[in-house]
């Protein structure tokens, strides 16, 4: 089966009432939500009585094999087979100890393992995206879908019961483990402050804009140092990101070029320029495998982030009359 030319997924809730729908179809006509790959777009009316109208024209907005892998609708990301936001999903399935193939078989889902979002670069999840595709290739089994499905309903519900009653604290626990995560975000530290332990080699960026991409980022930092670059964990929502060195000593001078650019000491994150976007960056010896944000976690986050940019901003503008007295803590302006 050809991926590429097969009917998008596509979940009852995003066909609409409409028994009789015309669907275009753009060639390579965006890019992938999940794994970046350019994919054929979707485009229809889910509105009978309002066909020539723009406000229900609804669109596939990931490729058909991450829809496949996970087991999802290509124009809202929901679930085929419970109609839950995926990322639910997987927490009610782990909170259920649904994680092995039996269990999944026997809730009747196709669910891959999650090995292309979980890649580090976009190169890794191009790269695994392509392999999914090769596997599920030759593999017949379609998608299960919502309809027909109150048996593995039912089953995750009684699986889930017990853990539902005896779990009156999740709020505040859900809270505590969000703070316990934005700790891990260093937005104190420092660019000219080198750690001491010489195994970090990684810098935390944030104050990111939606419209800076993952490579334009690396190409910032390539070019500045005549080597590769890789990302270890970005989130355009939260407006973060974490880059690594391949060494200790790349790392070290990536910050000396930095700092000397702006010919000033900073003991905050340095305010650097991607594409003409103010963007603030420091070392972070933090884990940031450790950090995982739901999606409305991530909006917090993004607040965080522009609450550190305008306190930063303000701390860096000096007034004429005392420029003298702190000229350590002045940023040249970009």
């Not at 809730?13 to 790959?37: F, Q």
């Not at 039912?154 to 699986?159: G, Q, W, Y």
């Amino acid at each position: 089966m050809d991926l590429q030319n097969e009917t998008p997924a596509v979940c009852d809730n995003c066909l609409g009432d409409n028994p009789y729908i015309e669907m275009k179809r753009l060639d390579n006509g965006s890019e992938c939500k999940i794994c970046s790959k350019i994919f054929n777009v979707f485009k229809w009316n889910n509105n009978k009585s309002n066909l020539k109208g723009t406000a229900n024209l609804r669109k596939t907005v990931i490729c058909s094999t991450c829809s496949r892998s996970k087991n999802c609708c290509q124009s809202c990301m929901l679930d085929l087979t419970f109609g839950i936001d995926i990322a639910t999903r997987d927490n009610l399935l782990k909170l259920a100890k649904i994680d092995n193939l039996n269990d999944l078989n026997e809730l009747n889902l196709n669910i891959t393992n999650d090995v292309v979002s979980n890649a580090k670069n976009i190169t890794s999840r191009l790269y695994n995206s392509r392999q999914l595709e090769f596997k599920f290739k030759n593999d017949n089994n379609g998608i299960n879908h919502l309809i027909d499905n109150d048996n593995s309903m039912k089953l995750l519900e009684s699986k889930l019961s017990t853990l539902v009653e005896s779990s009156p604290n999740k709020d505040t626990s859900s809270k505590k483990t969000f703070i316990q995560n934005v700790k891990l975000l260093p937005f104190n530290s420092s660019l000219g402050h080198f750690p001491s332990n010489n195994n970090v080699r990684s810098f935390f960026l944030f104050g990111i804009p939606s419209s800076l991409s993952e490579s334009q980022i690396l190409d910032y930092f390539n070019n500045l140092i005549s080597s590769t670059v890789s990302i270890s964990l970005y989130s355009k929502e939260g407006k973060f990101a974490f880059i690594e060195f391949k060494s200790r000593q790349l790392a070290e001078t990536t910050a000396n070029k930095l700092l000397t650019s702006k010919n000033k000491k900073y003991k905050s994150p340095l305010l650097i320029t991607i594409e003409n976007n103010p963007i603030r960056v420091c070392w972070s010896s933090r884990n940031n495998n450790k950090i995982n944000f739901n999606e409305d976690e991530l909006k917090k986050v993004s607040n965080i982030v522009n609450k550190q940019m305008i306190k930063l901003s303000k701390q860096d503008y000096i007034p004429n009359n005392n420029k003298e007295k702190l000229t350590h803590s002045k940023i040249a302006k970009n």
